[in-house]
């Protein structure tokens, strides 16, 4: 768009017309940082402040909800304490270790986009069972899950009405993770519609060339297919595993003995959020929401960097 001074030298301009066109600039310019003000407020005061706040309580002994309360006379002990604390790396163990349910739920999501892609009867249908689970809350569905897999739940009853033996899935720590991958399994359902997307912007007449060069289905999506989902799935890769390093609805809520077996139940954010609401301890919980940051970026920076080696943007 022109700007005032480009419009008034290109013909002679009467002062009407260039008060109008000045008045309708301005306007535009107005418009433009109200746009734009709302969302830079809410970004300073629901972001940036909080954050800061965080830090600068990082370094107190506060223990109560008022701020004015606070002495910041503790330096790096409470930086000190969280990387000393037992309970820190148990909760980074189980933090990792679900991570890995985002390979899992994604490779399962590319598998069963592909299938969906191939124009298979009741598309539609499908897609809406595969994404009801994305819309529920995770609260709701973790305690559906409780029921299902308790001790006196439907899986056991089934279990009992077979001859077979109880499996204590909340109680045994060799059955709490695969009880809680059993969890995150089901739901696909952002990650299929955006791989469906990428399926449909997919070359065709690639595919067809290899096939007529003599190259079977499981050779085209190898070599042809995917390699052309990469930027899709490597996108897909880094907020599913960026949200699973922030997870705790599921093991807050799952656990019937508040950490679960041998603190399975604990992950980094969970023990966040006990610091303050059990322990009352909000600078260590200001610290360790410090720490949580600093690992998921360098996370973030090793998935980016070892993306060169697989992603192909061709």
């Known amino acids: 768009m022109m700007t005032y001074r480009q419009w008034c030298g290109k013909t002679h301009r009467t002062v009407e017309q260039k008060r109008s066109y000045k008045r309708k600039i301005l306007k535009q310019n107005l418009l433009g940082t109200g746009m734009v003000i709302l969302p830079f407020l809410g970004f300073l005061c629901f972001t940036l402040f909080p954050m800061l706040m965080s ?30 604390d037992e309970y820190t790396w148990k909760a980074l163990r189980t933090t990792l270790v679900y991570s890995l349910t985002t390979f899992i739920n ?25 994404f009801l689970p994305q819309v529920c809350s995770s609260v709701s569905t973790t305690l559906m899950w409780r029921w299902i897999l308790s001790e006196n739940g439907v899986f056991n009853n089934i279990l009992g009405a077979l001859g077979a033996e109880p499996i204590y899935f909340f109680t045994d720590a060799s059955w709490y993770m695969i009880a809680i991958f059993m969890m995150s399994a089901w739901q696909h359902g952002t990650n299929i519609v955006v791989l469906l997307s990428a399926f449909a912007g997919i070359n065709a007449s690639l595919q067809e060339a290899s096939r007529l060069d003599g190259a079977n289905e499981w050779q085209v999506f190898w070599k042809i297919t995917l390699p052309q989902l990469t930027p899709t799935i490597y996108y897909l890769l880094t907020i599913n595993l960026i949200a699973s390093l922030q997870e705790q609805a599921i093991f807050q809520f799952l656990n019937t003995t508040g950490v679960g077996p041998d603190f399975w139940g604990l992950t980094l954010t969970y023990q966040m959020y006990r610091l303050i609401n059990v322990n009352y301890q909000y600078g260590l919980s200001c610290a360790l929401s410090w720490c ?23």
Do not use: P
Not at 292 to 314: C, H, P, Q, R
């Open 55 to 84: 830090l600068l309580l990082s370094f107190s002994n506060l223990r109560s909800a008022l701020i004015s309360e606070a002495t910041f006379d503790a330096g790096f002990q409470n930086y000190i304490f969280i990387l000393k």
């Open 106 to 130: 994604l490779t399962l999501a590319v598998f069963l986009a592909n299938v969906m892609h191939k124009q298979i009867c009741g598309k539609k249908f499908w897609l809406i069972i595969f």
């Open 292 to 314: 949580i940051g600093i690992f998921i970026m360098i996370i973030t920076a090793i998935n980016s960097k070892l993306s060169e080696k697989w992603v192909s943007y061709d």
